[in-house]
T-cell receptor
Framework: DAKTTQPPSMDCAEGRAANLPCNHS???????VYWYRQIHSQGPQYIIH???NNETNEMASLIITEDRKSSTLILPHATLRDTAVYYC?????????FGKGTRLSVIA | DTAVSQTPKYLVTQMGNDKSIKCEQN?????MYWYKQDSKKFLKIMFS???????INETVPNRFSPKSPDKAHLNLHINSLELGDSAVYFC????????????????FGEGSRLTVL
């Protein structure tokens, strides 16, 4: 799997957009970008995934650069319940391999 | 209804004992997994079963033996428990559209915290 690089931690004010970056400069053409999050002591939760195009669902938006070497997960209106570790994963043909992720703290 | 359920949620036991963790999914998925999250919070895949057949077996000691009686269940049995086995074990399931693309979203259980004394 291609490796990903994420900042270890970020803060975001409640109600503001949280923009979580991920670098995956060695991504292969058939590898997808996945985002999961893990709220304290719970099992990881799927957020969104994409290949080339930007994606949006009820939880978040995923912006993938044209060269696919980086992406950004956007939580449009962060709440305190969005405080979690967010994992960016790129993969094809193998199950999820989790890195260290970004610990997002949403502050009131 | 819980989609992926694990039992027990907490397990405290002595070194050398044998223990099992059970996992059941009611999503109709064909693939199930066991992940281990250690004290440093790294999540590592251990096993994956597709339609009751083992398809992934990472470098895990032989003391760990998964059993899949049907595609809705994947149990994890651990023999001769060691201190280093203390961790949170997560079960997950997904629907694999085609192998080996594995593009299906994973649904995780709430975890089973194992403490070996």
């Amino acid at each position: 799997d291609a490796k990903t690089t994420q900042p270890p931690s970020m803060d975001c004010a409640e109600g503001r957009a949280a923009n979580l970056p991920c670098n995956h400069s060695t991504i292969s053409g058939n590898e997808y970008v996945y985002w999961y999050r893990q709220i304290h002591s719970q099992g990881p939760q799927y957020i969104i995934h994409g290949l080339k195009n930007n994606e949006t669902n009820e939880m978040a938006s995923l912006i993938i650069t044209e060269d696919r070497k980086s992406s950004t997960l956007i939580l449009p209106h962060a709440t305190l319940r969005d405080t979690a570790v967010y994992y960016c994963i790129v993969k094809y043909g193998t199950p999820l391999v989790f890195g260290k992720g970004t610990r997002l703290s949403v502050i009131a | 209804d819980t989609a992926v359920s694990q039992t027990p949620k907490y397990l405290v036991t002595q070194m050398g004992n044998d223990k099992s963790i059970k996992c059941e999914q009611n999503l109709g998925h064909d693939t199930m997994y066991w992940y281990k999250q250690d004290s440093k919070k790294f999540l590592k895949i251990m096993f994956s079963y597709n339609n009751k057949e083992l398809i992934i077996n990472e470098t895990v000691p032989n003391r760990f033996s998964p059993k899949s009686p049907d595609k809705a269940h994947l149990n994890l049995h651990i023999n001769s428990l060691e201190l280093g086995d203390s961790a949170v074990y997560f079960c997950a399931s997904s629907q694999i559209e085609t192998i080996p693309t594995y593009t299906g979203e994973l649904f995780f259980g709430e975890g089973s915290r194992l403490t070996v004394l």
